[in-house]
């Protein structure tokens, strides 16, 4: 039977391996949980073991010793090595193998390919004719052109209905004029755009015989296919470096009165007729599809950012020995402490339960998909209400996530031997990209209000806000039932959520019955707002939780999981407990009962902990991380790490002779005097 944990080897640091003979069940069987099926679990390592048998695709050194020019140039060239064997390595119709087998050769900082994956293929197939799919999307599935998803300027990302990059249809000759009038409305931020790409699907404003139609989607070739060099018309370039995502070249793009034909707009669901007359969409915002694709995936994304953070911190804490619990014996391992425990574990379960809400949001989005291609177009706006409030909620709880796992690891951590402080630099730039966060949980806000509006009318509603109809307790039932479901967690985060959306609409009731105009009631509720979003979208995730622990039948797994979910159920709880003492929902008494219990879990999980990360099976290759390292060596490694530094070349450096030198000289020459 072998061991439960699957990465037990000899040779390993024996601390790590303690570990992992403690573990309680089978990591390969839990991958099956956070992957969705053993199959993909299999695959991934099967992708993972192939990969490391190519020596081109291995690193050439650390990645964070790379300047930025040889970062852009690395993933270059592993795209272009990857092509050759992309067809033996994964099945090229399974996103979850194209992402791993990024994640394991490039890692997150980057590459040529990105946005052509991530955006531009998905909006031709959403939003191109057949004819279109005919021309372009074909070649771009093939890789013969290379495309981003071109929408945010420099003076607009937020607010779309104002970008001021025009798409003026010219009856006569039966093209658009797409122009950037201003500084302002150049493109700025699209991934790849800066000197990867030769097409783009520019987001303009559609002006016909100058009238506004809001912004919609036109293909345009930005560069020669052979050359390289931009088209006239089109000022193209690379805005520089960012926090992380550096071997990322996100671009600027100004169009000066470029002609294109009419065919170029995207035309699968709205239309302009040769004569200018325009045909609407079924549904206003399908054109907004790209984008809720990247955030139905985000959720995803992330946790897999945080798994990896976790990873590297909970092992290093395995191995980290430093003071005593009891000073008659040796130093302890620094995860023994109850603070690194309630530092990390809490992100374990998180990492967990962002997955399982990533699963269902991708399930509801495929779905929705299917339903658009035949002009259904109903469950949209739930599916946009979801996103909204997960992309939101998930991208900010794993920014503070990475940071303690960073934190937890000490010095160390700081270093860029971790590998934490890069993973954080990308996981952030979800908090901004696909919707600033504000502004997605002001959008599923407005789901919230017309629902809550409809229950004060007496009406029922269903599905994702069902439970503002259903029956509620006035005092939580949290230790005072007998019986020990998770049921009494979870109403009272509905109760928590419910009251927050009926406090934020009572708010917004009352200024609009006061006189106050729509939009400058909105803003003065708008924290309040943001407030119940981030409620109902954690009542979700919960939720979203307790469900796949429900349906899980191996008995190890499925309790391995219930300790974890009982330690989010009342972890989170205490995050927000304050809203329902506000209310006397909860009592003094039953937060001692959940701070009791979370201490409980936190001993619970202690011996699983380094099981808990294993299971995600991140390889030491795509964790690339020094104090994450699978066998725990680290402080050798260390060590080994800091040799690539290029300041270790020579003894001493030129500056030392051309300032420090003088410096010193001349503060002796002083002393002297
Ligand atoms: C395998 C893949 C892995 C992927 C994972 C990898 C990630 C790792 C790489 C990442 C790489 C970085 C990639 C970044 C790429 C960018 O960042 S691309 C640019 C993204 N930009 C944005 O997200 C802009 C955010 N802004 C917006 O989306 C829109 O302006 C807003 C905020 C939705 C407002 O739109 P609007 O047209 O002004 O609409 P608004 O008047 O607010 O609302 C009107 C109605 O439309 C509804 N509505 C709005 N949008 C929608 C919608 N989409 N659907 C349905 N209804 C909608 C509203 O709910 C509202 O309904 P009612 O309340 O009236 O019933
Ligand atoms: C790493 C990265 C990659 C990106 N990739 C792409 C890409 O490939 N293609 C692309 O087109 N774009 C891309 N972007 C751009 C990104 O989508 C936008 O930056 C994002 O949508 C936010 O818009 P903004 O910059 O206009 O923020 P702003 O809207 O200017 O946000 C500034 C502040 O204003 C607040 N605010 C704005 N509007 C409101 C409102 N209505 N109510 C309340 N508060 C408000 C926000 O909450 C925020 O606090 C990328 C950005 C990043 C960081």
Redesign the pocket.
């Known amino acids: 039977m072998g061991n439960l944990n699957k990465e037990i080897r000899d040779g390993d640091h024996p601390d790590i391996t303690e570990e992992r003979l403690k573990s309680t069940f089978d990591t390969h069987k839990m991958a099956a949980q956070i992957y969705n099926s053993q199959r993909a679990a299999d695959r991934r390592n099967e992708i993972t073991s192939a990969v490391l048998k190519i020596p081109e695709l291995q690193d050439i050194k650390p990645l964070p010793f790379l300047s930025r020019e040889e970062k852009v140039e690395e993933a270059a060239r592993k795209i272009g090595i990857l092509s050759e064997h992309l067809y033996d390595l994964v099945n090229v119709n399974d996103g979850a193998e194209l992402y791993h087998l990024n994640n394991v050769v490039i890692g997150g900082e980057g590459n040529p390919l990105a946005?052509h994956g991530v955006?531009f293929i998905p909006v031709l197939q959403a939003q191109a004719t057949d004819e279109q799919k005919k021309k372009w999307l074909y070649r771009a599935m093939k890789r013969e052109i290379i495309g981003?998803?071109?929408?945010?300027e420099m003076g607009?990302?937020?607010?779309l209905r104002k970008l001021e990059t025009t798409a003026t249809y010219d009856k006569a000759t039966e093209e658009f004029v797409l122009n950037s009038p201003t500084t302002t409305s150049m493109?700025w931020?699209?991934?790849n755009?800066g000197k990867s790409t030769n097409y783009a699907v520019v987001?303009a404003t559609l002006i016909i015989n100058e009238k506004d139609y809001g912004p919609h989607s036109f293909m345009v070739q930005l560069r020669d296919e052979n050359t390289h060099k931009p088209l006239p018309n089109i000022e193209v370039g690379d805005i520089g470096p960012?926090m992380a995502?550096n071997a990322t070249d996100?671009g600027f793009l100004k169009l000066n009165h470029l002609r294109i034909p009419r065919t170029n707009m995207l035309m699968k669901h709205v239309k302009v007729e040769k004569d200018g007359t325009y045909i609407k969409p079924p549904h206003a915002k399908m054109s907004y599809s790209a984008m809720v694709h990247v955030r139905a995936h985000m959720n995803n994304t992330m946790a897999y950012f945080l798994a990896s953070s976790l990873t590297i911190a909970v092992r290093y804490s395995s191995i980290r020995r430093q003071g005593h619990i009891n000073p008659k014996e040796p130093e302890v391992k620094v995860l023994e402490y109850q603070t690194q425990q309630h530092r990390l574990f809490p992100h374990i379960a998180r990492a967990y339960a962002f997955s399982f809400a990533g699963a269902e949001t991708v399930r509801l989005y495929e779905k929705v998909k299917k339903d658009m291609e035949s002009g259904e177009t109903e469950l949209m706006a739930d599916l946009h209400a979801l996103t909204s409030g997960l992309k939101s909620v998930v991208t900010y709880l794993t920014m503070q996530g990475i940071e303690q796992a960073r934190q937890s690891c000490g010095g160390h951590g700081y270093s860029m031997a971790s590998y934490i402080s890069e993973i954080y630099g990308i996981a952030i730039?979800g908090c901004?990209?696909?919707?600033?966060?504000?502004?997605m949980l002001?959008q599923l806000a407005r789901y919230l209000m017309k629902a809550a509006k409809a229950v004060k009318e007496g009406k029922k509603v269903e599905g994702l806000v069902g439970y503002l109809s259903a029956p509620d307790n006035r005092h939580s039932l949290i230790d005072r039932t007998p019986e020990k479901s998770y049921d009494t967690y979870l109403k009272t985060f509905e109760h928590i959520a419910r009251q927050q959306i009926f406090r934020a609409f009572d708010k917004l009731e009352k200024m609009l019955t006061s006189g106050l105009p729509h939009s400058e009631a909105w803003?003065k509720c708008?924290v309040e707002l943001t407030r119940a979003s981030r409620l109902h979208t954690r009542l979700f995730i919960a939720q979203a939780f307790a469900r796949r622990v429900h349906d899980v039948v191996d008995f190890h797994i499925k309790e391995a999981l219930d300790d974890l979910l009982h330690l989010h159920l009342n972890y989170e709880l205490l995050d927000v407990a304050s809203y329902a003492l506000e209310d006397g929902h909860l009592c003094g008494e039953q937060m001692n009962f959940i701070r009791s219990e979370l201490y409980r879990s936190l001993g619970k999980i202690r011996p699983n902990a380094v099981s808990y990360v294993d299971a995600w099976e991140l390889s030491d290759m795509e964790l690339r991380s020094v104090l994450g390292r699978r066998d725990g060596h680290v402080y050798e490694n260390l060590y080994k790490w800091a040799q690539n530094s290029s300041l270790n070349r020579t003894d001493v450096l030129p500056v030392f002779e051309k300032y420090l030198k003088p410096l010193m000289m001349s503060a002796r020459k002083n002393s002297k005097l």
Request: aromatic residues 12%; charged residues 10%.
């Open positions: 946005l955006m981003t998803y071109a929408q945010t607009h990302g937020s607010n493109k931020w699209p991934g755009l987001v960012k995502y996100n730039g901004t990209y696909e919707g600033e966060n504000m502004v002001l803003n708008s």
